[in-house]
């Protein structure tokens, strides 16, 4: 089974720190969008098949801010989605807290969606102003309250290493995020884009980075609190209650084939071919409008799968299997991957089950870009 990936590039205001493809909301045509939308996805139908088989297993509503669609719209791109694909076992839209009332939630609800992610980043209202994110913590309280009469599959979105956040701030958010109990959790690291607002500041020296140690105490007291509430790290930067992973996220992780709709989306066959959709709103229009695909094709070499097997693979809590490795690569890669991960394993980084299938430990959560670029 495959996941389809639909990418809503509008928003209100960019939050600092973000680099992602996105467009001011003001620009916004919903209905001419989402006809694109359906249109190119009636267009790559026959691709999808190609790969996945069978229904879909995932829908997925990111962004941008999906959140911004107008109910109309979406009941109109989900049942289209539905009708050219099937019903999809996990159905997510990502949303924002200020976005959030009861019809919207309703009409999410009776098209199908049943998985919301919502971005809260955080509880303390000064570190949200200072990202730039439109909501405060009342907002976050008001708009879980409203989701859970509809939902019972909620994920949160937790940053750390802001400006000005501290381990006591940190801790105050990761309490009030557990007791509002979501059924799953993302946790990510601020990082400093290129091309954000956030990285611009800091070159001027504005604000500093948050030192690698102390961002490293934030992880290790997330990990903690989690763990201790009954989350499990299924991979780096995501926890779940039992039975509550991402099915779309893990199917990347997985190496599972995915449909890429909507302008900056991207998709993969699952074997060596990747398809990055136009990252410009008005060409994509204009490209779908004239019945044309609006994708440049990337044929990924044998050095940049192996690369991409051994980090998505480590990521996750079962990570790499050495026999799917050594199948797709060969005895010799398999041999040289392991000479580079001994010093790893023999250290107390990565660990190697009687499956021969080789994973990060704690430890070497803590380390995992390091060790993942060691074993390139």
Same mark, same amino acid.
């Given at each position: ?170 801790? @105050? =958010? ?12 993302? +946790?990510?690291? *601020?990082?400093? &884009? !290129? ?86 709103? @008005? =060409? ?12 440049? +094709?990337?044929? *990924?070499?044998? &050095? !940049? ?72």
């Amino acid at each position: 089974m495959a996941g389809i990936y639909i990418h809503i590039p509008f928003c209100k205001r960019r939050c600092i720190y973000c680099d992602f493809y996105s467009v001011g909301s003001v620009l916004a045509d919903w209905p001419r969008f989402v006809d694109a939308l359906i249109a190119e996805a009636d267009l790559r139908r026959k691709e999808f098949l190609s790969f996945s088989k069978s229904e879909p297993l995932s829908f997925y509503i990111g962004g941008g801010t999906p959140s911004l669609i107008p109910e109309e719209n979406f009941k109109y791109l989900a049942s289209s989605l539905i009708d050219l694909f099937g019903n999809p076992a996990e159905f997510t839209i990502e949303v924002n807290p200020d976005d959030i009332n009861s019809l919207k939630a309703e009409a999410w609800a009776n098209v199908g969606v049943n998985r919301v992610s919502m971005g809260v980043q955080s509880l303390n209202d000064d570190e949200l102003s200072f990202i730039g994110r439109r909501h405060s913590s009342a907002h976050v309280r008001s708009a879980l309250s409203i989701l859970k009469e509809k939902f019972s599959n909620i994920s949160l979105d937790l940053m750390f290493g802001l400006p000005g956040q501290t381990l006591d701030s940190l801790s @105050k =958010t990761i309490a009030e995020i557990v007791d509002m109990q979501p059924q799953h959790i993302s +946790v990510y690291s *601020l990082m400093y &884009e !290129e091309r954000s607002a956030l990285t611009k500041l800091r070159d001027m020296g504005k604000i500093g980075e948050m030192a690698e140690d102390e961002s490293l105490e934030m992880f290790k007291l997330i990990s903690s609190v989690l763990k201790e509430n009954g989350f499990e790290r299924y991979e780096i930067s995501n926890y779940s209650k039992p039975g509550f992973r991402s099915l779309h996220n893990s199917s990347y992780w997985a190496g599972v084939p995915y449909l890429g709709l909507g302008p900056a989306a991207h998709s993969y066959d699952g074997m060596n071919i990747r398809k990055a959709n136009i990252a410009d709103f @008005k =060409t994509y229009l204009a490209e779908i409008e004239k019945n044309n695909t609006a994708y440049i +094709v990337e044929q *990924l070499s044998d &050095e !940049e799968l192996r690369e991409e097997m051994i980090m998505t693979r480590l990521r996750t809590a079962e990570g790499l299997s050495l026999s799917h490795f050594r199948s797709r690569f060969g005895t010799s890669e398999e041999n040289s991957l392991m000479s580079k991960a001994y010093t790893w394993i023999k250290s107390g980084h990565l660990a190697l089950s009687a499956n021969a299938e080789l994973s990060l430990t704690d430890k070497g959560v803590m380390v995992s870009d390091e060790i993942i670029s060691d074993l390139f």
